[in-house]
């Protein structure tokens, strides 16, 4: 729980002692109860930063959030202000907050200023600062068709651009400050789309998409905020074209997207593309553009000739199927299905077709197709997934050895895959099961041992056969613990044997002990630097935890390394955890 009495001992040392500069600094130029236990702030650094923070019981800190662009749990801004807070609320004279009367002061206000001086305070204020003039006339954009909203926006948004970009560039940390203000106007649509404002909640929407794209492609936005901002516009895009908006914008809202969508930028960058084509083929959908629609593939569909250009030819391809299906031409869609059985999800379309009709047969030529075709293309992945499609229709058609064929061979393919091996083990009998494993552990030293004695000579193969890679999880599933233990003996590393530690501890502690008490013994001498030091203490406790015999002889390991490294005191301090 961070409290105002305990935040110095829950924030890292330097925040703290930044914080603790600006709050010495002064850099905290207002600071307000705004509600009952909800304060707001404004600390002064590299620009202004708000920083709002919610109190229970004038002590426990509930929330609070800065809008800096710094990315950790607690930004220096905030520290400032909680060293703020915990001095106003010792004051001794210090007032209760009273939200009423100061509610009723500012009410009280907006009550009893005449028209004459509200419009006189905002022909200064909008002389004063041109953001509030624009804001001003965008909020009442409706009540004036004169003013040019796109254009307001655009004006907006590149100002914001050209504060945060540096020649041109926008930093990890700009990139983070400019998606949180260009955020803050996108909380406008909320209004426009309550107010049934539909065309400005369009313009704002295009504005920033277009924008926030184009900065995309020159900034560095590792965090994805200015991902989440266009995804932000493309979301308003999509609620305005299911709204009940009049048709003349929704026809607009097509006609952009027609526009936008030909540009292959929408498609490079995110998903942004392919989620617009969702609300591009809905519309085309309601307003009987379907010809327009089709047309628009077609026009892309010669343009992606380069080299990764496939997937997008492959992806419009299936959304001219899933179009013509959509309004009822199944017989060109069909016709469309069969030129393009080499796109992978049409042709598991049609396996699904078939082995829901039990027609296996056709089933299983179509992905015999796949696979010789994924295999022309050195797609692994594909043959894989062809293959477990051939295993689910094997189970369908109780093909015993169809379906050991291939839970064998998934349950090794890449990896060991417990649920494939069980499936294998499933399709024998009890008494029939340790002479099939059996051989197979035979067939698979047999493979392993004459490859590995062939390298034997290379300085990059292994000290030992990989066989406990290959062996290891069968002898832990077949619970074959004595030929686990040998092949781990046989290995003699710190790091493979922690791996079967849980398994053999408990059975063997003598014989696990005498592997680890060297291999600590040479760890602690080659490590170098305090990570590798907590890492070998945290490994010798694990084991004095669980081989309780072994404790003493540990420790004497613990002993001798001091002994030998006594300049070393960040070992000495981690060593002395095993002492104690």
Wanted: charged share 25%; with cysteine; aromatic share 12%.
């Amino acid at each position: 729980m961070l409290t105002l009495q305990n935040f110095e001992t829950q924030v890292s040392p330097a925040i703290l002692q930044r914080g603790k500069q600006y709050y010495s600094d002064k850099a905290i130029t207002w600071l307000e109860e705004i509600e009952e236990n909800k304060w707001q702030a404004e600390v002064e650094g590299t620009a202004i930063y708000q920083v709002n923070i919610t109190l229970i019981n004038q002590s426990e800190i509930r929330n609070y959030r800065c809008d800096c662009p710094y990315d950790g749990n607690t930004c220096k801004h905030a520290v400032a202000v909680f060293f703020a807070l915990l001095a106003e609320i010792k004051k001794p004279n210090r007032e209760p907050f009273r939200a009423k009367a100061k509610k009723d002061i500012f009410q009280s206000l907006l009550q009893s200023i005449k028209l004459a001086e509200f419009q006189e305070f905002i022909r200064r204020y909008a002389a004063k600062d041109k953001n509030f003039k624009t804001e001003f006339e965008l909020y009442f954009a409706a009540k004036d068709s004169r003013i040019d909203v796109a254009q307001k926006y655009e004006d907006l948004i590149q100002k914001l651009i050209r504060k945060h970009s540096d020649h041109g560039f926008i930093d990890y940390r700009a990139a983070n400050s400019l998606a949180k203000e260009v955020n803050k106007l996108l909380e406008n649509s909320q209004d426009f789309i309550q107010q049934r404002n539909f065309r400005d909640a369009f313009m704002l929407a295009t504005v920033v998409l277009k924008a926030m794209l184009k900065v995309a492609t020159e900034s560095d936005d590792s965090s994805g905020n200015l991902g989440g901002t266009i995804a932000h516009a493309i979301e308003l895009l999509e609620t305005i074209s299911t709204s009940a908006a009049a048709r003349e914008l929704k026809e607009q809202v097509f006609l952009f997207l027609q526009e936008e969508l030909s540009h292959k930028v929408y498609f490079n960058y995110g998903d942004y593309g392919y989620n617009l084509m969702e609300v591009f083929q809905n519309l085309a959908i309601e307003l009987n553009k379907t010809a327009v629609y089709l047309n628009f593939i077609d026009a892309q569909l010669p343009r992606l000739n380069g080299f990764y250009d496939n997937f997008r030819k492959d992806y419009f391809q299936q959304q001219k199927i899933a179009f013509l299906k959509a309004i009822g031409q199944a017989k060109e869609a069909e016709e469309l299905i069969q030129q393009n059985l080499t796109i992978v999800e049409v042709r598991q379309g049609e396996v699904e077709k078939a082995i829901a009709k039990k027609d296996y047969k056709a089933a299983k030529i179509l992905i015999a197709d796949g696979i010789a075709l994924a295999e022309s293309k050195n797609h692994p992945g594909t043959v894989a997934a062809w293959q477990k499609e051939l295993l689910r229709i094997a189970v369908s058609e109780k093909n015993l050895a169809a379906i050991r064929h291939f839970t064998r061979h998934f349950a090794y393919n890449r990896g060991f895959d417990i649920t494939y091996y069980k499936q294998w083990k499933e399709t024998f009998r009890t008494t029939e099961w340790p002479v099939v494993i059996e051989k197979y552990i035979q067939e698979t030293t047999a493979q392993l041992m004459p490859k590995w004695e062939s390298n034997k000579g290379n300085y990059w193969n292994s000290k030992h056969p990989p066989l406990l890679h290959y062996l290891g999880p069968v002898f832990i599933q077949e619970q074959y613990w004595d030929r686990l233990l040998a092949l781990v003996q046989r290995e003699q590393d710190l790091k493979t044997t922690l791996k079967y530690h849980s398994y053999l501890a408990p059975r063997y502690p003598a014989e696990l002990l005498e592997i680890y008490l060297p291999a600590f013994e040479q760890y602690g001498q080659q490590a170098n630097g305090r990570g590798e030091y907590t890492d070998l203490t945290a490994k010798m406790k694990k084991v004095m935890q669980d081989i309780p015999a072994g404790k003493e002889r540990i420790q004497n390991i613990a002993r001798n390394l001091r002994e030998q490294f006594p300049r070393r005191p960040a070992m000495l301090e981690e060593l002395n955890k095993i002492l104690k």
